[in-house]
């Protein structure tokens, strides 16, 4: 096997075997299991054709073993593989919703995220609501600005480049705005807070005496 070498780790949900063509060869069979040997997992004849896949891989932690078969002087003569299948590799299919304030919760979809990991929004990092290795919470953080969302986790760090998150301005209306009190007197303002939670808002009023 030429591509991938034997014995080294494959990551991700598929790979694509390659080998060498053999002088004396005139046809292929490729083995694909989960013990030496085996053909379990997949049992294919390839005919003259130097190259297998994309081959679904088994469960992250196990260990795929390949066997492939040449035809060589009408005899069929074998050669085995072995790869440990590490991790799969975090990818990131999509984000919802594609706006928001401060404080919003940001659904993050994909796979391969683990059991923990760090989101950040243009570089500050998030608020984790929940995690897993198939979809993500988190909630727009203190201080975001408008840009990429990435995703950290298993020593990766992937970025969404198909969307920025756009971070809404915070607009904070007060009425009234202003007013006027003699001494004893009493008034009511309200605010009305937009593009964020009112978690973490606090408020001040400016005497003029």
């Known amino acids: ?4 070498a034997n014995n080294s780790q494959l990551s991700g949900a598929t790979a694509t075997f390659n ?12 083995y694909l299991g989960t013990s ?7 049992s294919v004849g390839e005919g003259t054709s130097l190259t297998s896949g994309p081959l679904g891989l088994p ?16 005899s069929w003569l074998f050669n085995d593989y072995t790869y440990p299948i590490g991790p799969s590799l975090p990818t990131i299919t999509g984000i919802s ?15 391969g995220f ?6 950040t929004f243009n570089g500050t990092t998030a608020p984790i609501v929940s995690w897993s ?7 727009v953080p203190l201080g975001a600005t408008t840009g990429i969302i990435t995703v950290i986790t ?24 202003i007013a006027t009190l003699g001494q004893g007197q009493t008034t009511q303002f309200t605010a009305a807070v937009t593009g964020t939670s009112t978690t973490g808002v606090t408020w001040s009023v400016n005497w003029v005496v």
Do not use: D, E, H
């Open 1 to 4: 096997m030429s591509t991938p």
């Open 19 to 30: 080998w060498t063509a053999s002088c004396t060869a005139t046809q292929y069979y490729l």
């Open 36 to 42: 030496q040997g085996a053909n379990n997992l997949l």
């Open 59 to 74: 469960a992250s932690g196990s260990t795929l073993y390949v066997r492939l078969w040449s035809f060589i002087g009408g």
């Open 97 to 111: 919703p594609t706006s928001g304030g401060i404080g919003t919760n940001v659904t993050i979809t994909g796979g």
């Open 114 to 119: 683990g059991a923990s990991g760090t989101v």
């Open 133 to 139: 290795a198939t979809s993500i919470v988190a909630q």
């Open 154 to 177: 298993g020593g990766y760090s992937v970025p969404y480049q198909q969307q920025q998150f756009q971070v809404t301005p915070v607009v904070v209306t007060v009425n009234p705005p």
